[in-house]
């Protein structure tokens, strides 16, 4: 069962100003919901079939679960195929990493605005070992419900900070390696796999902007085939494979 | 101006069932349409901004394009944000690559069914040279809107078939190297790189299916960092990763 008022204030939580108004945000399916509550304290309440609520009793709190009906969860849900379970969580604050002690590869997004590419990017970086990840501020919400789901389950392993991209470079130590992906850089195959470092990603539709372009100190590309006529590659693509090489 | 039937009839070709009546499907944005339109004779009519018109006047006929405003294009587009064109191509008709001489990789997709990764897919296998895609039956239709959007253009240099992947492999050459992605095969990093041979990704939820993993002779795993908890990669990332890995 699940009440009117309910039902309303899950659907504003569809809706940035309200996640950052309430400092809550829902995630849906099996592998979201369960990461989250094996891996934080963040869990809210759970609204879920009567099947999914016995097989996972052992991980959740009875007083904290709801069950419904597919009627009842169409009415909450994000999804077109709505799942067997939905989960309100707390925003957990996130510490924006230091710029000035760096032992790992620090993730920074320049501007990524596709819920699907971010949510990716995370569900990645994740399998790669990252664990920071800095956005710029006009970067999309990352508990954005897209975002959510698309990290499948991974954004419950990460620690995700948005700031001013050009203050925290400001303030890096001299020395570190800075890496963009760019059109015209070095060859990521030829180049020495990074310990630690900040590996910049651009936006979309317009790469690296010009106020953080000048912080690169390590210009990378991902090399074309010769025969073809390709324009670019998705963020979420170009992040996957310089990630993968540097963990080579 | 656009007229009603024909607001209609581009509405039609959302669906799946109607593409394949009219054998036409559409295209929106610059680069989509333009690809199309240098790279294929399947342009039928294009429904533009007066501006767009003009800039592409030497690329594009006039007997075939119709200026339409903002208001006519909302209810045209299949995009959140309409672009300032969408154009009518005919429906290529993709020669299925013989499977006894195979020169270069092939891609084969098993049942993959988000349109955004399809197109994702597309975009990275035209970056790695690939010419050719398979997809199974129940694979995603790759006219469908969405999927062209996420091509960026690409979809209008690949050569892509739908089949029986069963049939198509039992009939390929003995000695042919099968490589499927998979959660337990050898390290993408340590095989010799394929100049030709099949390059199998499985659908998103389940993998590649039963009936086609015995075809695989060279089982392949993009290695996941030592202290990382993700589950799986996302199908058109591990494509990608591997699609480089074969080009280093």
Chains 1, 2 share one sequence.
Not at 37 to 44: A, S, Y
Request: aromatic share 8%.
């Amino acid at each position: 069962m699940i009440n009117k008022p309910k039902i309303k204030f899950i659907n504003s939580l569809k809706m940035g100003k309200y996640r950052k108004q309430h400092k809550m945000f829902f995630a849906e399916g099996s592998i979201n919901v369960l990461d989250f509550i094996r891996n934080t304290d963040l869990i809210v309440e759970i609204f879920a079939a009567k099947e999914w609520i016995e097989k996972y009793s052992e991980d959740i709190e009875d007083e904290l679960s709801h069950e419904v009906n597919e009627k009842e969860m169409a009415k909450i849900t994000a999804l077109k195929n709505p799942s067997e379970v939905l989960a309100i969580f707390r925003i957990p604050e996130y510490k924006l990493p230091s710029s000035s002690n760096i032992g790992s590869i620090i993730l920074m997004l320049d501007d990524i605005k596709d819920p699907g590419n971010l949510g990716t990017i995370i569900r990645t970086a994740d399998w790669f070992g990252i664990k920071n990840i800095i956005c710029s501020r006009h970067s999309v919400d990352v508990f954005n419900p897209k975002v959510v789901q698309a990290t499948m389950g991974s954004l419950a392993r990460l620690n995700i900070s948005y700031c001013d991209l050009s203050d925290w470079l400001g303030n890096a130590k001299e020395g570190l390696g800075i890496y963009g992906a760019l059109l015209n850089g070095e060859n990521i195959n030829k180049i020495e796999k990074p310990k630690n470092g900040v590996l910049i990603i651009g936006s979309e539709a317009h790469g690296i902007s010009s106020e953080i372009l000048h912080f690169v100190n390590k210009p990378i590309t991902i090399r074309r085939s010769e025969n073809s006529q390709a324009e670019s590659l998705n963020a979420s693509i170009a992040t996957a494979i310089i990630l993968h090489s540097f963990n080579d």
